[in-house]
C-alpha cells in the first residue's frame, strides 16, 4: 500500500502547541485566553484578526518547525509500515512550503532537517497545496493520515483516510473514514485495512 501522512497535526501535536503557545503569546500581547479550543485555526481559537495571527506565527513558527517533537513512536510505527513493504509518502502543506522564495525554501529545507531529526522515514516528500485530494490521486495513495476536516472530508470520498483525533475534528464520521488516538492505533488499523 502507499500510506499518505501529514506533517501538522499527524507526525506532530499541533492543537496543543497552538493552545500552549497560542495563549501565551494572547495572554502577553492583548490580555485575552482561549475563546474555543476546538478550532482548527488560530484566528478562531482566540477571535484574533489574521493581523495578529500572522504576528504570532511569525514569532513562533520557527521553533515550531524545527523544535516541535514528533508524536510518541511516530518513526517506529512507520519503519514498521515500511517493513511490512508500504510506501510512505509524507504529504504536507506547511505553510510557506508552496512559495518558490528564500522563505519557502528555507521552509521546506527545515521540513526535511526535522524529518531527518526525528528519524521519519519516507519514500517520497511532496509539498501539497491545502486541498490534498489531488496530490493523493495523482500519486496513486491508498490510505492518508490526516487531520484537518477539510481535507479528511474531501479526499475520504475517495479513499480511506485515518483522522488523527483532535478537537476540531471531531465531527468527522463516514464510512471512509477512520478514528486514531496514537500511532500504535494508526499501525492497528492499517494493518486490518490490509487484510480485507
Avoid at 60 to 67: F, G, Q
Wanted: proline share 2%.
Amino acid at each position: 500500500m502507499r500510506i499518505g501522512i501529514d506533517i501538522d497535526g499527524v507526525l506532530t501535536d499541533i492543537e496543543q502547541y497552538q493552545l500552549d503557545c497560542g495563549s501565551k503569546y494572547i495572554s502577553e500581547h492583548f490580555n485575552k485566553s482561549v475563546i474555543n479550543g476546538e478550532k482548527y485555526e488560530t484566528t478562531d481559537i482566540f477571535e484574533i484578526n489574521d493581523d495578529i495571527d500572522n504576528d504570532f506565527w511569525r514569532e513562533y513558527l520557527p521553533k515550531y518547525a524545527s523544535e516541535e517533537p514528533a508524536r510518541k513512536y511516530a518513526s517506529e510505527v512507520i519503519k514498521k509500515l515500511k517493513n511490512d513493504g508500504n510506501e510512505i509518502y509524507i504529504i504536507t502543506a506547511r505553510y510557506l512550503t508552496d512559495r518558490d522564495d528564500k522563505l519557502g525554501i528555507n521552509m521546506r529545507k527545515t521540513v526535511k532537517k526535522w524529518l531527518s531529526d526525528n528519524k521519519i522515514y519516507y519514500d517520497k516528500l511532496i509539498f501539497s497545496p491545502e486541498d490534498k485530494l489531488i496530490v493523493c490521486m495523482d500519486n496513486n495513495i491508498d490510505i492518508m493520515i490526516e487531520d484537518k476536516v477539510d481535507n479528511i472530508n474531501k479526499i475520504s470520498s475517495k479513499i480511506p483516510v485515518i483522522c488523527f483525533n483532535a478537537g476540531y475534528n471531531r465531527q468527522c464520521e463516514g464510512n471512509n473514514i477512520y478514528r486514531c488516538y496514537a500511532w500504535y492505533d494508526i499501525y492497528n488499523i492499517i494493518k486490518k485495512l490490509n487484510v480485507k
